[in-house]
């Protein structure tokens, strides 16, 4: 009687254990299915959201193609069609009126055609009457230029400093010389060449100002050294010659030199820096 109880209860142990496997095991299978199903309407989409990547790519692609196309026959046809200008008219001064005294020209060659901006540290009558300066907007002008380059040469002479003469100089057969080392003013100048700027355009408006501002840049380089940007040597030499008599040189640090002749040019910088080292010219 022990025996056939014991028997059922592993029996009935055995069949409870593979119902609960059994059971769990449909379970398993069932989540199996959803996941599957799942990933099945993920690769759906994903291949959906390809397909349109792919599709807006190629109607990138196309309309990218379709606008150089465009482009370029644009081009070409701007290429090819002639710019109507309209011919010049005598009467308004447009062209070579043959009985006008003066002809017009756009603005900005002002800056490019062939005239004197300065004489001495005023402007010209020329550069005045192309800039259509009034009287009162001359003395301005030249007022305030007279400022910039007085203020220019204070520093310049404050900075100076006697040196030996170069040993490139030595390349000339020179009896004697004298040399100064000016160091670059740019840090000194720059507030009040802004503020000259600053005072053209108040005074004569933006294009006229910027115009007439780099015409006078231009002259500063020529004729004022760039108003100190660079650091500068410069003197003179005086070289003994067969005759008996001595040539003057006016010298600078990279070893150039150019012979003073009679009658110099009275703006130019070696007359300034013959002045200024108190150089005897030529009559």
Same mark, same amino acid.
């Given at each position: 009687?022990?025996?056939?109880?014991?028997?059922?209860?592993?029996?009935?142990?055995?069949?409870?254990?593979?119902?609960?496997?059994?059971?769990?095991?449909?379970?398993?299978?069932? *989540?199996?299915?959803?996941?599957?199903?799942?990933?099945?309407?993920?690769? !759906?989409?994903? /291949?959906? &959201? %390809?397909?349109? #990547?792919?599709?807006?790519?190629?109607?990138?692609?196309?309309?990218?193609?379709?606008?150089?196309?465009?482009?370029?026959?644009?081009?070409?046809?701007?290429?090819?069609?002639?710019?109507?200008?309209?011919?010049?008219?005598?009467?308004?001064?447009?062209?070579?009126?043959?009985?006008?005294?003066?002809?017009?020209?756009?603005?900005?060659?002002?800056?490019?055609?062939?005239?004197?901006?300065?004489?001495?540290?005023?402007?010209?009558?020329?550069?005045?009457?192309?800039?259509?300066?009034?009287?009162?907007?001359?003395?301005?002008?030249?007022?305030?230029?007279?400022?910039?380059?007085?203020?220019?040469?204070?520093?310049?002479?404050?900075?100076?400093?006697?040196?030996?003469?170069?040993?490139?100089?030595? *390349?000339?057969?020179?009896?004697?010389?004298?040399?100064?080392?000016?160091? !670059?003013?740019? /840090?000194? &100048? %720059?507030?009040? #060449?802004?503020?000259?700027?600053?005072?053209?355009?108040?005074?004569?408006?933006?294009?006229?100002?910027?115009?007439?501002?780099?015409?006078?840049?231009?002259?500063?380089?020529?004729?004022?050294?760039?108003?100190?940007?660079?650091?500068?040597?410069?003197?003179?030499?005086?070289?003994?010659?067969?005759?008996?008599?001595?040539?003057?040189?006016?010298?600078?640090?990279?070893?150039?030199?150019?012979?003073?002749?009679?009658?110099?040019?009275?703006?130019?910088?070696?007359?300034?820096?013959?002045?200024?080292?108190?150089?005897?010219?030529?009559?």
């Amino acid at each position: 009687m022990k025996k056939l109880l014991f028997f059922s209860l592993i029996v009935l142990t055995s069949w409870s254990l593979w119902s609960w496997r059994h059971a769990a095991l449909v379970a398993m299978q069932g *989540t199996n299915a959803r996941l599957g199903q799942e990933i099945a309407t993920l690769k !759906a989409r994903q /291949a959906e &959201l %390809d397909d349109a #990547r792919r599709l807006r790519e190629v109607k990138l692609a196309t309309e990218t193609s379709h606008q150089l196309v465009e482009k370029r026959r644009s081009a070409a046809s701007a290429a090819t069609t002639p710019i109507a200008v309209a011919p010049a008219d005598p009467n308004r001064h447009g062209g070579w009126p043959a009985g006008g005294s003066f002809v017009y020209l756009p603005k900005e060659l002002l800056t490019k055609v062939g005239y004197r901006v300065t004489q001495g540290e005023r402007l010209t009558d020329e550069a005045s009457r192309l800039f259509g300066l009034s009287s009162g907007e001359t003395e301005q002008v030249n007022a305030a230029l007279s400022h910039l380059l007085e203020s220019f040469r204070d520093v310049e002479r404050q900075r100076m400093q006697p040196i030996d003469p170069p040993e490139n100089w030595n *390349t000339f057969k020179h009896d004697s010389a004298v040399a100064v080392k000016i160091p !670059a003013l740019t /840090a000194d &100048l %720059d507030a009040l #060449r802004q503020d000259f700027q600053t005072g053209l355009t108040a005074t004569l408006g933006d294009t006229r100002g910027q115009l007439l501002g780099d015409a006078l840049g231009n002259t500063f380089d020529a004729r004022f050294e760039s108003l100190g940007k660079d650091e500068r040597v410069v003197g003179f030499m005086w070289q003994p010659e067969s005759d008996g008599s001595r040539s003057l040189w006016f010298g600078r640090g990279d070893g150039s030199f150019a012979r003073v002749m009679e009658n110099p040019d009275p703006d130019s910088p070696l007359v300034y820096y013959a002045n200024l080292l108190g150089v005897q010219l030529p009559p």
